[in-house]
């Protein structure tokens, strides 16, 4: 039995996203894409083909319907599945105005998805 440590419900989502590499200095490093596997207010669980070491920050871009959301974030950990790399991310950064679009978003994945409204840390 695994424990569950998100404080914010993730339901499931698979849109992709790019995201950039940032370093301490904030210098902009490697350019990519994913998958979102699953999202909420505070984090997000993105799969990628190459592996992101926790601590690396990242800067995501997320197509919500038409509108485009830019997020800094910070990878918290890494598993490898399926040929796949899962990086957990915890957002430390989203603008006003971005988050009001991504909390909109999370809002109408969680009326979509009612049975996971229960399954997250509170």
């Not at 105005?97 to 979509?112: E, G, I």
């Amino acid at each position: 039995m695994t424990s569950e440590r998100r404080r914010f419900i993730r339901p499931e989502a698979s849109n992709l996203l790019d995201y950039l590499v940032v370093d301490d200095q904030g210098r902009q490093g490697d350019y990519s894409m994913g998958r979102t596997l699953n999202v909420s207010e505070g984090g997000i669980l993105m799969e990628t083909h190459i592996p992101l070491p926790k601590g690396q920050q990242v800067m995501i871009t997320l197509g919500l319907g038409d509108e485009l959301v830019d997020v800094m974030g910070r990878i918290v950990y890494t598993t490898y599945s399926a040929g796949r790399h899962q990086n957990g991310i915890e957002f430390f950064h989203v603008a006003d105005s971005d988050r009001r679009t991504l909390d909109r978003y999370v809002k109408a994945f969680h009326q979509n998805f009612p049975q996971e409204r229960d399954s997250g840390e509170k």
